[in-house]
């Protein structure tokens, strides 16, 4: 849920991928159904860059959902850090393999996604909606910790399995995307040049020729930060 639409979202790889709402009336990004479009096809949605510099031990989840019919269609997750893209596995890995038979054209056969039926049942459907029951699935990012121009691309490989049925009709979306860090929080230097008070002077004044002085800043991983103050017996603080 968000402001997708509005953003710097990369449609040039996209033969329908677009910003819509499903079937729970929430709006996704939805890569559009593969019986409404030219197949075979490969197709493609990519972010806008994140900023994960700052980052340590990185993680993302989002929601999704998704159907194709056997393993002949489905869709994974490639990351870039500035250099081409490369296919990313979530926690647990993906559910299967593709189907790798030329037959049907299918330009991601043969590759690990998410495929065979449904992402919360291994069943024939033959009257799945985009946004049935959707899961989450995490990825952990901590290897692109560091780098702060960073794309993730969505890619669909849809095939020329006939559409004589409902349950032929393959789709992939996805809702709800956030990049964390767990139980770290960036070290930066960190300067104080005051502290305000009525009783407290500047930092770098004396106070009758004798300095008051900060000895030391404690920061720990959990985001607390600490003054160590010495008063050198001029004023109780």
């Avoid at 930066?188 to 800043?217: A, M, P, Q, R, T």
């Avoid at 600490?226 to 109780?236: A, C, E, F, P």
Wanted: contains cysteine.
């Amino acid at each position: 849920e968000g402001d997708w639409n509005n953003s710097e979202w990369d449609f040039s790889e996209s033969q329908a991928w677009n910003y819509t709402t499903d079937t729970n009336g929430d709006r996704t990004m939805f890569s559009g159904y593969r019986c409404s479009q030219a197949i075979p096809a490969y197709s493609s949605i990519i972010s806008p860059s994140f900023d994960l510099s700052i980052g340590k031990n990185v993680w993302m989840k989002f929601s999704h959902s998704y159907y194709s019919y056997y393993a002949y269609d489905g869709a994974h997750l490639q990351i870039s850090t500035g250099s081409g893209f490369t296919t990313i596995v979530p926690e647990g890995g993906y559910p299967n393999t593709l189907d790798n038979g030329a037959y049907y054209s299918n330009p991601l056969r043969g590759t690990q996604g998410w495929t065979y039926y449904s992402n919360y049942d291994d069943a024939l459907n033959y009257n799945w909606v985009y946004g049935t029951n959707p899961t989450e699935v995490v990825f952990n990012l901590s290897a692109y910790a560091g780098y702060s121009d960073v794309k993730l691309r969505w890619s669909v490989g849809f095939g020329t399995l006939g559409c004589g049925s409902t349950y032929y009709n393959s789709a992939y979306g996805f809702d709800n995307l956030i990049i964390y860090d767990i139980g770290n929080i960036a070290k930066h230097d960190v300067g104080i040049n005051n502290i305000e008070s009525k009783s407290f002077y500047s930092l770098n004044d004396k106070i009758n020729e004798e300095w008051y002085h900060i000895d030391k800043l404690i920061y720990d991983d959990n985001g607390n930060i600490s003054v160590n103050l010495k008063n050198y017996g001029i004023y109780d603080i």
